[in-house]
């Protein structure tokens, strides 16, 4: 089943705002990495006051830029949430710099925990929970964590989930007994379906940390299928291949349209429903993604400097 509203042959896309993905998309957040954050020359005129920027840390990028793209971002008034990839740290003297750094420059107080897409890790952590363990983020105000809906086949190698369940088990532990406020930000899907039964399938599993559902920003299609494949999109690139297929849409760009509609009126049917947020990822470029969620957010969408 086709989850998106893809334009067709030369009909302009939808750009009207429904109560319910107004909602749905109000305090989303942007994820961003240093060298995509520089051709932004504002982010107040791009994202609404308070939007969450998530840093991304890949492997090789130096602490450095990650510690000034989070300065800057401070700075502009919006809070920061870097990424912490246990796997690509060598020690725990090195994650003492980094959140000596990151707290001493740039103020912050809230941090991304994850694994990390590297298959041999570089030092002594190759978990979120061993970086939690340390003991080195007490203090901060938000702890989030890594969700796969869909699955990671790097932690379960059989294309189960019995080890990832385990792990968000101890992670709502660890919340009920701290102060900080958690967060399941996930890997981006293309089915809303399938979101919904992993969403409800870990709430009966007692696991009740607010998930905030991540979802790829438009992009042209190749590019969209390129990522998908790189980071490990499970059945849902199913969606993605199904269009490839069709020459008219092959040159059309991908909307999340139809995939936030479907999600957004779940959520305003079910208002416990775990979904909390929503994460994009801007795959298609930090300021189409920003656009979009402007024309379909309402006043969810509204940029800081136009409020």
Known sequence: MALFSFRRDNAPAATGVTPEVETFLKGFSMEVMPRTAEKVEDFRA??????RVYIAHIEGTPIEDMV?????ISAEGFPVMPHFPARI??????LADWIARYQGEAGVKQA???GGGVNTPAGEFDSSIQLIETGLFDGFERLHVAGHPEGNKDIDK????????????????????TD?????????CFEAGPVIDWVNRINAAGVSIPVHIGVAGPAKLQTMIKFAIACGVGPSLRV?????????????PYEPNEFITELAVHKAQSPDFG????????????????????????ASGVPANQA
Not at 46 to 51: A, E, F, M, N
Not at 89 to 94: E, H, L, M, S, V
Not at 180 to 188: C, G
Not at 240 to 250: E, P, S
């Open 46 to 51: 791009i994202l609404p006051k308070g939007t």
């Open 68 to 72: 000034a793209t989070a300065k800057r």
């Open 275 to 298: 979904i909390e947020s929503v994460h994009f990822f801007p795959l298609g470029g930090i300021k189409t993604n920003a656009t979009w969620a402007t024309e379909h957010g309402g």
């Open 240 to 252: 993605l291949q199904k269009r490839a297929m069709d020459v008219t849409k092959l040159l059309l």
């Open 89 to 94: 740290i060598k020690d725990r003297a090195t």
């Open 158 to 177: 059989d294309g189960g989930d019995a080890i990832v369940m385990q792990a968000l088990k101890w992670k709502q532990d660890f919340a009920n007994r």
């Open 180 to 188: 900080a406020k958690m967060a399941i930000a996930t890997q981006f």
């Open 112 to 114: 991304l925990l994850l």
